[in-house]
């Protein structure tokens, strides 16, 4: 991406991704300062006024407008648009440049290269992935998908199970750190938001790839623009053979799965309404994922997603309302194709929500203000209390005989101070949850930034939230698990300060934070037990204190003059938990985090329209996890996670219809694991080519 110019004081359009006001931060209110955390060459944003008037600017080259151009993305984040130079918070952005460089199969595997998210990995493809932030789990994140929450009350394993493919994703924005005045309740240690793709003008494209592990994948998409509405839809299938067999010699790591979508979009110049419309399915050979029981799991999840959003786009009252309804299907064998031996696992959920956020300025400053309400409905076969009335499960001989109904009610309220060079945006969130008989709950939040000079800028900010067990963690009882049912909700607040430097070629940014965790939920093992088992807990307390560093250099700003080196980017994130009092605890997650991470990537040209992207990943955990069991004592032996260092390389020839590419992943080979005994693959090749046409 190119790097803004901060000898001039404008603001300037990114016409591309302007008026995408569906996107997380936009949906939920205010404008954030764009960084560069991951090594995929993030883009980065800001903003010095309010005007908009593109016209006004003037250049000394066609790089110098277009870097102007590019200035102003609007991500947002909280309830009142603000511009980007007065908005403390940092957000990291996975252009659409950075997702067709980086060497990767699935959103999970892109969110690797961000150095605050932590991605354990159970099998490839995106087949089943543990996302947390900051040194939290996979349930303390909100996903969203254009803006809106797509959390699934019965796990979060598999939240990841998107509709769309990488070519239908416009960009990914990540948030780090508590959220609640933003996102609401899950959203513990952040929120990741997916925003897809409408071109402006009616198109096709097509793509194809293939590699090692019998892998391989197909998809396409159009774009049909007409006047004031704009319909795009895809479709896409991928199937591999998988990397291992179980001891029997079957598949255990195979996959399989298909993804539809459909978005339209009508704009009048009074009235934005977006739309969506959306099937994942999937399954998946998942080994030992959740049991050491067996080593032929097998897992089958179906997902559909429909959404209608609106704004209005003149007037001095702005309102957002929004309504969607998210249904997903997940079906589990311990023993594949073998109920006999373990009846299988159903579980369906159905979640409803609407909301309204909006905002309004007056002498004082900006006021935003927003109430939703969400009601998750969960059938199962082993989950939950029990049903009055059972549900009978399609396809099969039984019924749904437990399940778990909750409604949430939130408000949130939001007041900014803006000076100028010194913002504050203090608000809170007040949240009610039928499950939970706690009465409602207030959480505070305050942001605050200084600029200093053109170059330098000081944040702050004080942050807080809670997060609702999941019924996997309230209800799930069977071999080796033990389930509670009276967990009670999470809570974190959190402090950070940080600091900003930014130049034409060169971008920097440092931030500490201090996490003050109560009540956090996690299978846990007491290995001074006679009989240890997995059993959900809530911890008393623990304190994360945690260092982000990252680096960005752009050659060709720096060294215009040569053509080879294009972008280099540096990035380190250090976290430790107070955890001396859980001596003897073996954690499944809270415990079991990120304590070093380093990314670095490499951008490049090779000759003519060849370009190479190398990226370098290291990371060390915390924690320990059961490798095997001594049958003669009869306990379970642990073992500490080992370090270990990732190379992924992308090369590619562009050119405008077509191109072509080859991926080579873990060229080390390195059979790393990221949770407990499941080794991830060796070196894994693909070789691919996308059709790009205009209609």
């Known amino acids: 991406m190119y790097k803004p110019n901060f000898n001039k004081r404008f603001i300037f359009k990114f016409k591309h991704f302007s008026n995408k006001r569906y996107s997380l931060f936009s949906v939920l209110g205010k404008e954030v300062l764009v960084g560069t955390l991951s090594v995929a060459t993030l883009s980065h944003a800001k903003a010095e006024g309010i005007s908009t008037d593109v016209s006004k600017v003037t250049t000394d080259s066609a790089m110098q407008k277009k870097a102007y151009e590019l200035d102003e993305v609007q991500v947002t984040a909280s309830?009142?648009?603000?511009?980007?130079?007065?908005?403390?918070?940092?957000?990291?952005?996975?252009?659409?440049?950075?997702?067709?460089?980086?060497?990767?199969?699935?959103?999970n595997d892109l969110l690797k290269y961000a150095v605050g998210v932590d991605v354990r990995q159970r099998g490839p493809l995106g087949a089943q992935t543990d996302v947390g932030i900051r040194g939290g789990n996979y349930e303390q994140v909100t996903i969203l998908l254009n803006g809106i929450n797509i959390n699934d009350p019965q796990t979060g394993h598999n939240a990841f199970d998107f509709p769309v493919g990488l070519s239908e994703i416009e960009r990914i924005e990540v948030l780090e750190g508590p959220a609640g005045r933003a996102y609401g309740t899950s959203s513990l240690l952040g929120a990741i938001n997916i925003v897809t793709k409408i071109p402006s003008k009616s198109s096709m494209s097509v793509n194809v790839k293939g590699g090692s592990y019998g892998y391989w994948q197909a998809g396409t998409r159009a774009n049909l623009a007409n006047g004031l509405w704009n319909n795009s839809f895809s479709a896409s299938y991928s199937k591999s053979d998988g990397y291992q067999r179980s001891k029997s010699g079957k598949?255990?790591?195979?996959?399989?799965?298909?993804?539809?979508?459909?978005?339209?979009?009508?704009?009048?110049?009074?009235?934005?309404?977006?739309?969506?419309?959306?099937?994942?399915?999937?399954?998946?050979?998942s080994n030992t994922f959740y049991s050491a029981y067996s080593d032929e799991q097998y897992e089958r999840t179906l997902k559909t997603y429909t959404a209608v959003q609106a704004e209005n786009i003149e007037g001095k009252f702005h309102i957002r309302p929004s309504i969607y309804w998210n249904r997903n299907f997940d079906k589990w064998e311990l023993f594949h194709q073998n109920p006999s031996a373990y009846p299988y696992n159903y579980h369906r959920t159905d979640v409803y929500g609407v909301n309204?956020?909006?905002?309004?300025?007056?002498?004082?400053?900006?006021?935003?203000?927003?109430?939703?309400?969400?009601?998750?409905?969960?059938?199962?076969?082993?989950?939950?209390?029990?049903?009055?009335?059972?549900?009978?499960?399609?396809?099969?001989?039984?019924?749904?005989?437990?399940?778990?109904?909750?409604?949430?009610?939130q408000f949130v309220i939001e007041h900014n101070i803006l000076l100028d060079k010194f913002t504050m945006s203090l608000g809170a969130i007040a949240v009610k949850n039928s499950w939970s008989e706690m009465h409602m709950q207030v959480y505070p939040s305050v942001d605050a930034g200084y600029s200093i000079d053109k170059h330098w800028k000081l944040y702050a900010s004080y942050n807080s939230s809670l997060r609702m067990p999941s019924a996997t963690e309230l209800y799930y009882n069977s071999k080796g698990f033990n389930a509670n049912h009276n967990l009670k909700p999470e809570e974190l607040s959190a402090l950070e300060l940080g600091a900003k430097y930014q130049s034409r070629s060169f971008w920097s940014n440092v931030s500490v934070y201090y996490n003050r965790m109560k009540n956090l939920i996690d299978w846990v093992i007491d290995t001074k037990s006679d009989s240890p088992v997995l059993t959900t807990t809530n911890f008393g307390r623990i304190n994360s204190v945690g260092v982000e560093l990252n680096s960005y250099l752009d050659f060709q700003e720096l060294l215009p003059s040569q053509n080879v080196l294009k972008k280099l980017q540096v990035s380190y994130a250090y976290a430790n938990q107070e955890q001396a009092k859980y001596d003897g605890i073996v954690s499944q997650y809270v415990l079991e985090y990120l304590r070093h991470k380093i990314v670095a990537d490499l951008r490049f040209n090779v000759w003519k329209k060849m370009d190479v992207n190398v990226i370098y990943r290291f990371q060390k955990r915390n924690g320990r996890y059961a490798s095997g069991y001594d049958v003669v004592n009869k306990v379970y032996v642990f073992s500490k996670y080992s370090p270990y260092s990732v190379v992924d390389a992308r090369i590619s020839w562009a050119e405008k219809l077509y191109t072509f590419y080859c991926e080579a992943n873990n060229i080390l080979s390195h059979r790393y694991v990221d949770f407990g005994r499941l080794k991830q693959p060796g070196l894994w090749v693909n070789f691919g080519v996308s059709l790009n046409m205009n209609l």
């Open 79 to 107: 309830r009142a648009p603000l511009t980007l130079s007065q908005q403390a918070r940092m957000v990291t952005v996975l252009g659409r440049e950075d997702i067709i460089a980086a060497p990767v199969q699935s959103v």
């Open 356 to 409: 309204l956020n909006g905002y309004f300025d007056w002498k004082l400053g900006r006021t935003g203000f927003g109430a939703e309400l969400r009601n998750e409905d969960l059938v199962s076969g082993n989950l939950g209390e029990k049903l009055q009335t059972p549900k009978h499960i399609h396809g099969t001989d039984r019924n749904y005989e437990y399940g778990l109904n909750r409604t949430n009610v």
């Open 251 to 285: 598949l255990n790591s195979d996959y399989s799965g298909g993804k539809f979508f459909y978005q339209g979009v009508y704009n009048d110049g009074l009235w934005k309404v977006n739309w969506h419309c959306g099937m994942s399915t999937k399954g998946f050979g």
